[in-house]
């Protein structure tokens, strides 16, 4: 590639169930204005921007970034849209980063909302197709199958999505952005109410208004902040929705997306030359079922790091830091958010939640029926 | 900067409806097409990139489903924007700078036959105040087609000259949807839709789909005896709000023209997405496009407009122009929103 990017500029909105008090295009400045601050910027700084959004129906409005254009001071420059489901806010940071590495701009400023206040996203993500079976079921009912095979195939055991729960709220309580704060116990959240077996209510994502922005900058202008987070890997892959072959509990996609990154960032043991991991995790199982996926485990053992608490902060492998999708869920923006908060880490700005001496990690989203991956390696090292 | 280029280009025939076919059955015959051409297979393929809208489906992540038109296994490079294919195809090109692969497959689909297209694009109005308006696509073109005539700058005649060339360079475009001679003074005689809009100066809505194959560098040359290549390529945006516009110019297309690198040598022709009569005249001011520039070759959107492929089949259109020796140095064009809001504009050449 023909330049170095690094993250320099890093914001978020406290995260809420319902940000009454903002507009949309209030909510994506609120970040914006967070992250250029942070990187001793204004809006003039600003070379290009690429934007991220899950579906449209959200909110409403028909490719908004046509109309957040001007909260976004974008007149006179290039506005990019990204959409790529689940995925999207990773592979918008991706594409803002390719702008980068391409040689094509120097400063990019990135972001990614949802404002899930504005509609149900439960019910919109459930259309009636023509010819196919209406689902009617969220993605919860979609994903709850492939958790059950995961713990057959694994024999895990059956606690273990209780426990992710628990370590995530944990996590959370240490994030001021999170939009849940609960200090729950195990028995607590194993006596929640059982949604789609095995999923419980306390083990489910929350629906959450919010939005995360990343100035990204070439080597020439890395220099304006003392600790840039550089990008050492990238990668999106994607596979089809119905074809025979797909192992849709271990996919062939997100193996090939992690294989992308590391070969990139020069990693050949993920465990030992990662420091830590924001990992898109909406359902709690999907946390050992990704670190198996990720090569963070072998296959059939990820289940036993979690019961083994190494995916705490303090533990062997730290996993959701800021307390990751369970905690704070603006769909479109999750995917940034897990690419951001692995940021912070190597930069040493993620407060109480801070992996001491964190210098490589990996942020990750997945979407679609576990089909579209995004990933990026940053590191505190050129 | 590495050398990208275009090295082919396949659509299907834009029409009013293309019934019974999903998004898998639009998409798969023309990347297919696209890569034969050029005797390539998926597996050839370093990036995959597509544009669409889940409003003409009616219906969250359509796009989804229009993997399933491709041989994405094992699991392929791959990324959707939510605008025109032609902005795809830049994201493709941006994806080829990194170096590491050398081609990209970018295609994009657009059944508009599936809802009220004008009605539909009301959704890109700002929610709070505007939406409620019903200011539908027709009708916010003709508050800017009166601002051209109220200026000075054109006049209805205008507009029906430039709707009559369009109609008749399509003739010999197998894929045009509306194509014919038709008479200027009988178009001055059709009512208004939308003072000062007549049907004729209105785009067809259209169901298409197109798909385009780029190389970089030797790959290129390898592949095709003269590739089309993208000589610079650059894309900017205007506030949204209709009333801080000037909408009788075009400063973001001026702007991307000349950091394309249109500069003070012309092209022979320019392949502009003016889905309305009186735009075409407006982006020719912008980009200064003199009476020696072929406008719209194959008719433009005013012959075959399908929602978030037109502005594909524009840089297709001009790609082909130059993969047959016909042409030397194009320009292709892409606008996205309201009365231009955002336009995309590409330089190509022939080696």
Redesign the interface.
């Known amino acids: 590639?023909?330049e170095q990017c690094a993250v320099i500029g890093i914001g978020q909105t406290k995260h809420r169930e319902s940000r009454r008090d903002l507009?949309?295009p209030g909510l994506v400045r609120d970040a914006a204005i967070r992250a250029l601050q942070d990187a001793a910027m204004t809006w003039k700084d600003i070379d290009s921007i690429v934007i991220g959004t899950?579906?449209?129906?959200?909110?409403?409005?028909?490719?908004p970034e046509?109309?957040?254009?001007?909260a976004l001071g974008?007149?006179?420059?290039?506005?990019?849209?990204?959409?790529?489901?689940g995925s999207v806010g990773g592979?918008t940071a991706?594409?803002a980063a390719?702008?980068i590495?391409?040689?094509?701009h120097e400063k990019v400023l990135t972001l990614a909302f949802e404002k899930q206040s504005e509609a149900n996203a439960m019910w919109?993500?459930s259309?009636a197709?023509p010819?196919q079976p209406q689902l009617v079921a969220g993605a919860g009912g979609y994903f709850a199958p492939l958790i059950r095979s995961y713990i057959r195939r694994a024999d895990a055991h059956p606690d273990t999505g209780c426990m992710v729960a628990v370590k995530d709220r944990q996590h959370g309580l240490l994030n001021p952005n999170a939009h849940l704060h609960l200090d729950q116990t195990f028995e607590q959240v194993k006596g929640s109410p059982m949604l789609w077996d095995p999923i419980r209510y306390s083990e489910t994502c929350p629906s959450s208004d919010g939005a995360v922005a990343m100035v990204l900058a070439s080597e020439k202008h890395a220099g304006r902040v003392k600790n840039p987070a550089w990008v050492k890997g990238t990668?999106?892959?994607?596979?089809?929705?119905?074809?025979a072959?797909r192992d849709q509990v271990n996919?062939?996609?997100g193996k090939?997306?992690a294989k992308?990154v590391y070969d990139e960032a020069g990693i050949r043991n993920p465990l030992k030359e990662i420091d830590c991991a924001e990992v898109y995790v909406p359902f709690s199982w999907f946390e050992p079922m990704w670190l198996e996926n990720l090569g963070f485990a072998e296959q059939g053992e990820g289940w036993k790091m979690t019961m083994e608490g190494k995916t705490k902060i303090g533990g062997e492998m730290p996993w959701n830091m800021s307390g990751g999708v369970m905690c704070t869920n603006p769909i479109g923006a999750s995917g940034m958010l897990r690419f951001a908060e692995a940021a912070r880490q190597v930069r040493g700005t993620a407060q109480q939640h801070q992996v001491d001496g964190a210098k490589v990690a990996l942020g990750h989203a997945y979407g679609?029926g576990s089909?579209?991956?995004a990933m990026w390696i940053v590191s505190s090292e050129r | 900067m590495r050398d990208v280029a275009i090295v082919s280009f396949s659509q299907l025939p834009s029409v009013k409806v293309i019934d019974a076919t999903d998004e898998a059955e639009l998409v798969q015959p023309v990347t297919s097409d696209a890569m034969e051409q050029v005797d390539l297979t998926q597996d050839d393929i370093g990036f995959t990139c597509s544009g669409s809208t889940d409003y003409l489906p009616g219906r969250p992540f359509s796009f989804v489903a229009a993997v399933d038109g491709l041989k994405a296994w094992p699991p392929i490079r791959e990324s959707h924007v939510e605008m025109d294919g032609a902005f795809a195809l830049y994201e493709a090109w941006v994806r080829l700078m990194h170096g590491d692969i050398d081609t990209a497959l970018v295609f994009s689909f657009g059944k508009s036959s599936l809802g009220p297209v004008p009605d539909i694009l009301n959704l890109q109005n700002d929610p709070y105040y505007v939406q409620p308006l019903g200011l539908d696509s027709i009708s916010a073109a003709a508050l800017q087609a009166q601002a051209m005539i109220d200026a000075g700058k054109a006049s209805e005649r205008d507009f029906a000259e430039v709707a009559a060339r369009s109609r008749k360079n399509a003739i010999g475009n197998p894929n045009a949807h509306i194509k014919g001679e038709f008479s200027v003074d009988e178009m001055l005689e059709e009512p208004y839709i939308s003072s000062p809009l007549r049907k004729s100066f209105c785009p067809p809505v259209s169901d298409s789909a197109a798909a385009i194959v780029l190389a970089v560098g030797d790959r290129a040359r390898k592949l095709v005896k003269r590739p089309a290549w993208i000589r610079g390529i650059d894309h900017r945006t205007e506030a949204h709000a209709l009333g801080q516009r000037d909408l009788t110019t075009s400063p973001s297309s001026t702007l991307a023209a000349e950091r394309a690198g249109l500069g003070q040598r012309s092209v022979d022709l320019a392949e502009l997405h003016a889905p309305f009569a009186h735009q075409e005249i407006i982006l020719r001011e912008a980009m200064g496009l003199g009476d020696d520039v072929n406008i719209n070759p194959s008719g433009g959107a005013l012959a075959a407009n399908s929602l978030m492929t037109a502005g594909l089949i524009r840089f297709g259109e001009a790609a082909s122009r130059i993969l047959s020796g016909d042409a030397g140095r194009a320009l292709a064009h892409t606008s996205n929103g309201v009365c231009l809001q955002h336009n995309l504009v590409a330089i190509l050449e022939g080696e």
């Open positions: 590639m023909a507009s949309i899950a579906p449209d129906m959200f909110e409403g409005v028909m490719m046509l109309w957040l254009s001007d974008a007149a006179g420059k290039p506005i990019f849209r990204v959409h790529t489901a592979s991706v594409v390719h702008l590495q391409g040689g094509v919109a993500l259309p197709i010819f990668s999106v892959r994607t596979e089809r929705t119905f074809f072959g996919p062939a996609a090939l997306c992308d679609g089909q579209f991956f």
